[in-house]
């Protein structure tokens, strides 16, 4: 039966971590869904699940380069999320997030489309308050070895508000603060899939640092929530929105909780400090709380089980 409010709709970076979780939801709520990627960090594995739908699409394109596609809704998640990723090649980095954005935002304005840009807590570089709320304008070196990402995805929320203003594009900027679970790539260089693959083949698990840098880690399925929520918000509110659980902890603890949780005799090394690595990051999640009801349940033991059970397969598959 045609279900009434069937859409057509866009994931940019679909096969990746964040996408491919998106592409399913979507699907599994009665939606066509169209995934565009250039595979750099997606994985045909994240996705294959979803290729006998004949409601999915997968589009191998490039963000840089214009696409025309009928759709009612645009998720904007590609670009490499990882720091070892998006540092391979920072120039093709921030084309990505630019001209990535410019592109897909002058496809909703032609197509009426409504879009979602994946912005990240970047945006506030290493932060000077704390916990960041989303009128704070960041501390972001424009010259470092981070900024192809930050100053890309700040530019790309720039665009987002220009063409919101200038063509009335319906706007909706996500502020992702860091997020974890099933499908991040097992070579991603993030610390929760390093730890976790560190841990269950015993190999020394790697703190960048003193270890007393903060992360607040939000599991996947719940940042997949919120950016349903989001979309489904009247054409007022476009955000800049944070989301992100605000659990903090430090890297150490995470080591130490992973180790614990695997029951790994792995021991603890320490390797230089990243250039510009933030100190602290916790989002300040008022505004998602009032304007989309939401609000992270699931614990980090909880989401690290389940993320720990996945790599296992993987490994035992011979994948990671
Ligand atoms: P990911 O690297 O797993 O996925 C990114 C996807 O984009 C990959 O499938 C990749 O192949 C694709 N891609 C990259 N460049 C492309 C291009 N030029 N054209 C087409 N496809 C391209 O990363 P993720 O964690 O799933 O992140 C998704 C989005 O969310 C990114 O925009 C990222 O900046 C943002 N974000 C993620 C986090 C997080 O913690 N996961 C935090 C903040 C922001
Ligand atoms: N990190 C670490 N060991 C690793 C990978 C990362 O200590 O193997 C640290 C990294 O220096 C940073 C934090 O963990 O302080 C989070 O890193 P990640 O790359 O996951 O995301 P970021 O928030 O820095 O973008």
Known sequence: ME?????????????????SHLCERL???????????????????????????????LIRHDVVIPIFVEVD????????????HYQYNPIKTTKTSV??????????????????QASTSEVY??????????????????????????????????????YHRENKVSIKVARIFNTYGPNMHHNDGRVVSNFIVQA??????????????????????????????????DDEFTGPVNLGNPNEFTIRELAEKVIDMTGSNARIIY???????PRQRQPDISLAKEKLGWEPQIQLAEGLEKTIAYFEQ?????FA
């Open 271 to 277: 390797k230089p400090l990243p250039h510009d690595d």
């Open 200 to 233: 269950l083949k015993g190999q020394d698990i790697t703190i960048y640092g003193d270890g007393n840098q903060s992360r607040s880690f939000c599991y996947v399925s719940e940042m997949v929530d919120a950016f349903i929520r989001f979309m489904n918000t």
């Open 125 to 162: 570089g290493d932060p000077e308050i704390h916990p960041q709320t989303e009128d704070y304008w960041g501390n972001v070196n424009p010259i470092g070895f981070r900024s192809c990402y930050d100053e890309g995805k700040r530019c790309a929320e720039t665009l987002c508000f220009d």
């Open 27 to 57: 699907l599994n709520e009665g939606h066509d869904v169209i995934c565009l990627d250039n595979m750099f960090t997606g994985l045909k594995d994240n996705i294959i699940h979803l290729m006998d739908n004949h409601r999915f699409e």
């Open 314 to 318: 993987r490994i035992k598959d011979g």
């Open 73 to 84: 809704e645009i998720y904007n998640l590609a670009c490499p999320a990882s720091p070892i």
């Open 3 to 19: 279900n009434y409010h069937r859409k057509r709709i866009l994931v940019t970076g679909g096969a990746g971590f964040l996408g």
């Open 99 to 116: 001209m990535g954005a410019i592109n897909m935002l002058g496809l909703a304005k032609r197509v009426k489309a409504r879009i979602l």
